[in-house]
């Protein structure tokens, strides 16, 4: 800026903590636009954006792998016509070359590939686990083991976290990948050599053993608790997928599928059996099968711990797979086959099991119908509501048929929040309006 006093707009630094401007917003006007004529960052053009007026690059740091290096020369080689070109550099005729100024000698300085963390791309996650428990791992399986299980940290959802780090005296999977690359680490191995045998220059055979140590206590939390193993197995089948990429499918029926029925007839079979013999463990099945409602109420909270077990091997359920195995099974009892499944179709699901409803229906209709039948009451009652008073008792019925409760909290969110909120709802259904919450709570509800 000093350089050119062009002021602010002409240079622009381009980093992930810029204020003003998101940098996607600040990395579309420099490939779009006159200004910035110079943009100032790190990595973050790299790859994955494609700038095609660009015509020079300067390094001002080193840059030692390889690929990140030509990745950033490719972002000069774009090709552009010389039409487009001159809408945001009107002096340019045609962009023929690029220009590299290398102020740090990044040119010359040699570069490496860097070493990615899967060693063992043809080892399943199971045969890695498996290694580990039996003691006959090496440093490339646990590097593999460390890159697997950082992958799949970041697709556990909240119980599977909890589970896990129960299991595992507290620690998530980022803690156990970590813990097993930095018993990897050539620096941590020889800082553990010096001070396990006294010397400032262990030799080869000792910074081995003192290796070997470290890497003993990463995996001993894996290895001493097989049910740990289990539930992290159990977190990844829950999202495999096996894509047979050589075998062509052939028609070579059509019509009634007598084992397709069969199956679905044993899926209802087994769900009845499974909710049978949890009916004491699982908190959903307590609430809808055995306990008064007196005790507690059902919570989404609950259902989604029930439709977490079910989704886990070895019944991999889902409320869609068991809805269409029942409308195979009992087809002129099952209602709403085409519609979305909502979670709270899952309490259909086991009410219908355990023979509490004859229909199967979604749960949303079920409360439909309390809901009518509860205005019914108490219009024989002499009890009377005005328009307004009606769209909040309609929009909490609408809720609970999909959350299974209203809070006085959700009144502070979404067409609750844009009506009015909690004091709309009290201007409307009066100063007992928490009461007639609870009322229609507990009405409504299973």
Not at 61 to 83: F, W
Request: glycine content about 4%; some cysteine; aromatic content about 8%.
């Amino acid at each position: 800026r000093e350089e050119f006093g062009k002021g602010n707009d002409f240079c622009q630094k381009i980093t992930y903590k810029v204020s003003g401007k998101a940098p996607e917003e600040l990395i579309s006007e420099f490939r779009n636009s006159y200004y910035p004529r110079i943009a100032v960052t790190v990595d973050m053009i790299a790859t994955g954006t494609d700038i095609k007026p660009l015509e020079a690059l300067i390094f001002m740091r080193p840059v030692k792998s390889r690929v990140l290096y030509e990745q950033m020369l490719g972002r000069g080689t774009r090709v552009i016509q010389p039409n487009d070109l001159m809408l945001v550099s009107s002096d340019a005729r045609r962009k023929d070359r690029f220009v590299i100024v290398d102020a740090v000698g990044v040119t010359e300085n040699p570069k490496f590939d860097t070493q990615t963390l899967e060693r063992k791309r043809t080892v399943p996650l199971d045969k890695l686990l498996q290694s580990v428990a039996l003691n006959a791992y090496d440093a490339d399986t646990l590097s593999s083991l460390a890159n697997r299980l950082a992958r799949l940290a970041g697709r556990l959802n909240e119980r599977e976290q909890y589970d896990i780090a129960a299991l595992s005296g507290g620690m998530d999977l980022r803690e156990m990948s970590r813990q097993l690359l930095d018993a990897l680490d050539p620096d941590r191995q020889a800082a553990a050599a010096q001070a396990q045998f006294g010397t400032s220059e262990p030799t080869r055979a000792q910074v081995e053993q003192a290796a070997a140590g470290l890497m003993a206590e990463a995996v001993q939390v894996l290895a001493d608790t097989p049910a740990l193993r289990r539930r992290i197995l159990d977190a990844q089948r829950r999202d495999e997928l096996i894509i047979d990429e050589s075998t062509r499918d052939v028609v070579r029926e059509a019509g009634f599928n007598v084992e397709a029925t069969e199956r679905a007839r044993a899926t209802v079979e087994s769900f009845r059996q499974f909710i049978e013999q949890n009916k004491d463990e699982i908190d959903a099945l307590q609430l809808l099968y055995s306990r008064p409602y007196a005790q507690r109420q059902l919570t989404r909270q609950d259902i989604q711990a029930l439709a977490e077990v079910l989704s886990r091997p070895p019944y991999n359920w889902t409320t869609e797979a068991l809805w269409r195995a029942y409308a195979q099974v009992e087809k002129d009892k099952v209602r709403g086959v085409n519609s979305q499944r909502l979670l709270t179709d899952l309490i259909s699901l086991v009410r219908h099991a355990v023979q509490l409803e004859d229909e199967l229906a979604p749960y949303p209709e079920l409360v439909q119908r309390r809901y009518q039948q509860w205005l019914a009451d108490q219009a024989a009652a002499g009890r009377a509501f005005t328009p307004e008073q009606r769209w909040w008792l309609d929009r909490i019925a609408q809720q609970i048929g999909v959350n299974l409760e209203v809070t006085p909290e959700d009144f502070d969110y979404g067409e609750f929040f844009e009506r009015g909120g909690r004091l709309a709802a009290m201007r409307a259904l009066g100063r007992e309006w928490l009461n007639i919450l609870e009322e229609i709570n507990r009405t409504l509800s299973v």
